[in-house]
């Protein structure tokens, strides 16, 4: 169905009495939720809806529903990721030209990406110190949208972010002294993790769930980890472990698994979940690194 006759059905239903409470913010997908459940804390009919279900894992081959659209043409305002993680944006955009969007990740200088497909790495809130710079943004972008509520969401971002600052500093801290500092992926998520805690990433392959290895790729990717003398291999629980696993049965070197965050529970979420998945990927890390 084309986008403008989705949206002439989203319109005919918003005849229908709305659902939505009369102010919500709408985000993009988990972490931005996560962030945005903080900022919104206590805040009486202020209401945080998420698109993607928390099964979704990244975004980058994410269509927009029906469903998406109708809570979008609802919202006061919408909160993304950005460096490229929306590839639906332009879209939206094209959609719903009067609805505000917030990008979180404005002011992070943005990573290369390695897959070529899209120009930048999006995977920007995996270092707590970029975290503390999307809540800010997040949290101006709100107050634009609810100034009504400007008092509160500011002593929630304060609260946050000394929160976020101190996983920040654990995180350095517990990470400045492991012997081993190359890291193996299969999912490109990790750069920005490594670089703001000397780790590197020493290589990323099968950067998106669908991307199989080639027998070339997995053999290259075999004489890489013999090279390195066997670093760890990192794989995620939102995505497949066969090549980590052909990769460990070739060379001897070791899996574990980190979290990206981009999947997480649908309801009772504990508002300091990024935090606890970030501590659990410290203590993994420590381990994986420390001979
Ligand atoms: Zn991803």
Known sequence: MKLRKILAAVLASLMLPALCAA?????????????????????????????????????????????????????????????GMESYLAHVEEALPQLPIVDASQGIALLPSASGETPFNAHVWLDAGNACVMVNNLAEGLKEAFPQHAEALEANRADYLSRLEQ????????????????????????????????????????????????????????????????????????????????????TGAKIYELDPCVTGPETEIPRDYYEQVMLRNLQVLQNALKE
């Open 167 to 250: 996983l920040d500093e654990t995180l350095r801290d517990g990470l400045k002294d492991v012997p081993r500092r190359d890291i193996v992926t299969f999912h490109e998520a990790f750069p920005y993790f490594a670089e703001a805690y000397g780790l590197r990433v020493a290589a990323v392959v099968a950067l998106e769930p669908d991307d199989a290895l080639s027998p070339r790729q997995l053999s290259d990717l075999i004489d890489t980890v013999t090279a390195l003398g066997n670093p760890p291999l990192f794989t995620e629980p939102q995505y497949q472990t066969m090549a980590a696993e052909a990769v460990a049965g070739a």
């Open 23 to 83: 102010e919500t913010a709408v985000t993009s997908f988990y972490p931005i939720y996560l962030f945005a459940l903080n900022l919104t804390e206590g805040i009486e009919g202020l209401e945080v809806y998420n698109l993607a279900p928390p099964g979704t894992g990244c975004l980058h081959d994410y269509q927009l529903t029906t469903g998406d659209l109708k809570a979008l043409t609802e919202a006061q305002v919408f909160l993304i990721n950005g460096g």
